[in-house]
Structures are given as C-alpha cells and as structure tokens.
C-alpha cells in the first residue's frame, strides 16, 4: 500500500490510477489518511468490487450461511450432475 499526499495525486492523477491498478494508494491531506485510491485493472476487477461492497449481496451471503448453519442446504459433494443436452441448431 503506497501513501501519496493529494497536491500530488491531484498534479498526475492518470499516473496513480494507474498504479493503483496494482495496489491501493492511500492519499492523505497534511499528513493524515484522507482517502483510499483502488484502481482496476479490467472490468472483471470492477465487477467484484462492486459485489463485494453491496449491502443486498452480502446480505444474501450471510443469509446462506446462516441457513448452512441450521442445517438447511445441500452440500457441494451431494449434488449430482447431469451431463449438458444436445441442443439442436
């Protein structure tokens, strides 16, 4: 994680997002945290940001754990697996 000061990011912003494609970069004014700048480096990258950081998603999450925990569900290893259709053309 790099520390930049905001004058500087604010002077070369293209050159930090770009950096920060491969680590945040924390900007801080007068010396303290301020903000964190995050980067993506393909859209993929965006994509799961953006699910990790949706309440309606993590809360889905943590409803299916707390029902894994009830005991409600199916295990991974029970399902079973048909093989794909031929789909006609």
Do not use: C
């Amino acid at each position: 994680m790099k520390k930049v000061a905001l004058s500087e990011v604010k002077d070369d912003l293209s050159k930090y997002l770009r950096i920060a494609e491969g680590e945040e970069i924390i900007i801080t004014r007068h010396g303290k945290p301020a903000g964190v700048l995050v980067g993506f480096a393909s859209e993929d990258d965006w994509l799961e940001y953006q699910l990790e950081n949706d309440p309606r998603f993590l809360e889905r999450i943590e409803q299916a754990r707390r029902s894994l925990r009830a005991g409600k569900g199916v295990r991974l290893e029970d399902l079973e697996v048909s093989p794909p259709t031929d789909q006609p053309s």
